[in-house]
């Protein structure tokens, strides 16, 4: 789990746009690690977060699209039935809300990899923090379905 800045931009909704700037990110050699993009009528919002942040602010720019950075949190996540939902229980048995979501494609060793934006950011880092150190240290029990 870590802090990680997310880059939000709002783009024409036309064919091409967004292959125009992945096509870029590509050229440039910038990775996206995770990607949404949400209609809004006339125009996309499009939110993602890339290994490299200033060249990838650089190249919004140099095609003419008005970017905003802020930071989100990063969660690696089994990809299994019941691993998102976990962790969406512990931050709301916090009390804290998810203002939006997305969860990219499996990675290595069969994990995903969730954003999160919070209502309270350092809360739930360290909410889910302390989770996954109980987690650790409770590897040797059984689930009590099993017993």
């Keep these: ?7 939000t931009a ?10 125009k700037i992945c096509e870029a990110l590509a050229h440039e050699k910038v990775n996206i690690r ?4 949400m209609d809004s009528g006339d125009r996309s919002v499009l939110r993602f977060v ?6 990838a602010l650089k190249i919004l720019t140099s095609l003419g699209t008005e970017s905003t950075s802020c930071d ?8 299994r039935p019941g691993s998102l939902t976990r962790v969406l229980e512990k931050l709301a048995s916090e009390h804290i809300n ?10 290595a060793n069969g994990r995903s990899l969730g954003i999160f934006h919070t209502s309270n950011p350092k809360r739930a880092l360290q909410v889910l923090h302390e989770s996954a150190q109980k987690a650790s240290e409770n590897t ?3 689930p009590l379905h099993s017993r």
């Design 10 to 19: 709002h783009l024409e909704n036309k064919p091409g746009r967004l292959a």
């Design 72 to 79: 989100v949190l990063a969660v690696e996540i089994e990809n």
């Design 98 to 107: 998810i203002e939006y979501a997305y969860v990219s494609a499996a990675s």
């Design 1 to 7: 789990m870590e802090f990680v800045h997310e880059l």
């Design 50 to 55: 890339v290994d490299q942040v200033e060249p």
């Design 34 to 37: 995770a990607l949404t993009v």
């Design 140 to 142: 040797t029990r059984r």
